[in-house]
């Protein structure tokens, strides 16, 4: 077994959520859109935003992270944050984001000039406004001064930005999930700036809801974003992503177990970094043969129950839990809430079990009355960990 040690050491495969892959494939479409766009604001042109929307797995973490290194290589300012369900975490983190996105800047007459509107806007006082603030203001009021500085503050860098032919993009990850009130500021900040002609930028991923989340926040956010759907990788792209960092690691996998493990992906990403991994360790030969990803597969499967799904799942409520086999049950795809719900204690109980499996991102709403689940070949897992349902019957009917 010694000997196995230093080349699993060599390993170039691992799965993880938001981990740069050794070889991000077929997404070229994607980054060359950032590309393009930065060269445009560098241009003084305007642009859409652009929305990232697919399942769990599938790689939007990765290709934000990326979008955002090349917008950087093009001297755009950016700024990344994590969406939260709380509009003050969300207000927060901007305006703890912004200022550093000013530090980063590399020029320095630019940056002075950038991180004086940002004390301009700090000093001014919005009373006259009519807002007030206070510890005892509760609800969406309390947010109106952080919705006002906000927009003064993006406006004001802006302009600073486009005379030296830069912009500001914002990137940002779960963007399904953030409050409603930071996020229409931001969608009506990018169509005001749209407006004046100054480049400020949402770049935001999401689960395959998102489109309809930002329709149903600002109705013009359709025209606002470019939005691309991020699937399943073909089977040209998905046999690079394995052969690839392979082959760059000193051992490639035959061509048998590279159709296998073709086959076993699905081209599913995270799937990708999981057999790859899994077989690379079962494997002391050159090049990787067909019995490794035999040899590999148990440990392939730990890999994705610890690393997709069980977190996951412990998240959930014993209802949800009990509204996820249900789902199972039904369907791989997407299922009717209604059929759910005739199978539930009672409907009142599956409603508020489907609005909490929605908000922990388990789950989402897949088109009218229906959802589905949010992590590729979950309702497998699920029979697997739930094998037998118990009766949710009330038993009346
Ligand atoms: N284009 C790709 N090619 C190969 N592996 C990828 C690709 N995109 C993502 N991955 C891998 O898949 C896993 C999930 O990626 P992540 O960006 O976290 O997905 P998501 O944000 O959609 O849930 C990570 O281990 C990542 O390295
Ligand atoms: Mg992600």
Request: glycine content about 10%; hydrophobic content about 40%; some cysteine.
């Amino acid at each position: 077994m010694e000997s196995q040690t230093p080349l699993q050491a060599l390993n170039p495969f691992m799965p993880g959520a938001g981990l740069q892959p050794p070889a991000l494939v077929g997404r070229t479409g994607e980054l060359e859109l950032m590309d393009r766009m930065a060269a445009r604001t560098k241009l003084r042109l305007l642009n859409r935003g652009i929305m990232l929307y697919g399942l769990r797995g599938i790689g939007k973490t990765v290709l934000l992270l990326r979008m955002r290194s090349i917008a950087e290589q093009r001297h755009m300012a950016t700024i990344k944050i994590e969406a939260s369900a709380d509009a003050g975490k969300t207000y927060d983190a901007l305006f703890r984001e912004i200022p550093m996105s000013i530090a980063r800047i590399g020029k320095p007459d630019l940056r002075e000039k950038v991180g004086g509107v940002f004390s301009h806007v700090e000093s001014i006082s919005f009373d006259f406004m009519g807002v007030k603030a206070g510890a005892d203001f509760k609800g969406k009021e309390s947010f109106r001064t952080e919705s006002y500085r906000l927009q003064l503050l993006i406006e004001g860098i802006c302009r600073e930005l486009r005379k030296a032919d830069s912009g500001l993009y914002l990137f940002v990850d779960e963007l399904q999930e953030m409050n409603d009130g930071p996020l229409g500021d931001l969608i009506t900040i990018q169509h005001e700036m749209g407006q004046q002609n100054l480049p400020f930028y949402i770049i935001g991923a999401g689960l395959p809801d998102l489109p309809g989340v930002l329709a149903k926040s600002r109705s013009y956010a359709e025209r606002l974003f470019e939005y691309r759907e991020i699937d399943k990788l073909d089977d040209i792209s998905t046999r690079k992503g394995f052969q690839e960092p392979a082959r760059n690691s000193g051992r490639p996998f035959s061509d048998d177990s590279l159709s296998q493990l073709v086959d076993l992906s699905q081209g599913y990403p995270y799937f990708i970094q999981a057999y790859g991994a899994a077989t690379w360790n079962a494997s002391d030969s050159n090049p990787i043969g067909e019995d490794a990803v035999a040899k590999g597969k148990s440990e392939a499967l730990r890999m994705l129950d610890h690393g997709l799904y069980m977190s996951r799942w412990q998240k959930a409520t014993e209802a949800g839990r009990m509204y996820l086999r249900i789902m199972a049950d039904l369907s791989d795809g997407p299922v009717r809430t209604a059929d759910v719900a005739r199978r539930f204690r009672s409907r009142g109980s599956a409603a508020s079990a489907r609005a909490s499996l929605i908000a922990d991102g388990l789950i989402y709403s897949a088109g009218y009355g229906q959802v589905a689940f949010s992590v590729p070949r979950m309702a497998e897992f699920v029979r697997r960990v739930m094998p037998e349902v118990e009766q949710p019957y009330d038993g009346r009917r």
